[in-house]
């Protein structure tokens, strides 16, 4: 817009007539002003000043840049009936102490119906009913077989907490839901991510095969610590009455 306003800027304009009377003869004699000369055209002046250019480029490289969302994003996490679970990767294991090979969906948190089951977080699951689960597709592709069940066996791999090497047990457990089946796992992406922003992690592929870029994708600061640890509710905690947030209702 601005080059377009530029070059009619040289050519002269549109010049809006003036309301004072002029003769023809010195209509014909006079040279035609340019169109900073006339109030009616300032506007137009001002769009081709260098001033007012460079303050433009300025405006438009300080917008937000566009959003971004992969179209075929790699699935991060899978919920369902109260487990949050991602892909167990080499890299997790590593991190958390499990031997090299465990696949399967790694339970990050547990609750509700997850919960009265007798699913702790730090379980791998890896079978649902009698489907194998190797990944995150696996786990919702089982699911969707005892959807429409009230209940289902889990399998599950469990880590001992114990110093040394790790110790594994398989154990299966009853996932019941009271009403309504259990429905299927719903997956999601990874969190999104600011542009220039650094890598929270160690290098696994183009940062868009996971992440949308840009803003808007997720609230910040996170209104209810799911983003960080909350802490622990220690007894003695409890005995003064001291709580980590506002009252609401017993713990």
Request: aromatic content about 4%.
């Amino acid at each position: 817009v601005p080059a377009l306003v530029l070059v009619i800027g040289r050519q002269g304009g549109v010049v809006a007539p003036q309301s004072t009377s002029v003769s023809p003869q010195m209509s014909a004699a006079a040279p035609v002003a340019a169109p900073i000369a006339f109030p009616q055209a300032t506007n137009v002046a001002m769009a081709v000043e260098p001033m007012a250019a460079a303050g433009g480029a300025v405006a438009a490289m300080e917008s937000p840049l566009p959003n971004f969302v992969p179209r075929n994003l790699k699935v991060f996490e899978g919920h369902w009936q109260g487990m949050d679970g991602r892909l167990m990767t080499e890299e997790l294991a590593r991190k958390l102490n499990y031997p090299r090979g465990v696949q399967g969906v790694l339970l990050g948190e547990v609750t509700l119906n997850a919960a009265f089951s007798g699913l702790l977080g730090g379980d791998v699951v890896v079978r649902i009913d009698d489907t194998p689960v190797t990944n995150m597709e696996d786990f919702q592709a089982a699911s969707r077989n005892v959807a429409n069940r009230s209940e289902a066996r889990i399998s599950v791999i469990r880590k001992d907490n114990r110093p040394g090497a790790p110790v594994l047990r398989k154990l299966t457990v009853v996932l019941r839901a009271a009403e309504g089946g259990l429905g299927f796992a719903q997956l999601e992406g990874a969190p999104m991510i600011l542009p220039g922003d650094p890598r929270p992690h160690g290098y696994r592929g183009a940062c868009t095969d996971c992440h949308p870029v840009g803003q808007g994708f997720e609230l910040s600061p996170d209104p209810d610590l799911i983003s960080l640890p909350p802490p622990a509710i220690t007894r003695d905690a409890v005995t003064r009455g001291v709580s980590s947030h506002e009252v609401r209702g017993p713990c």
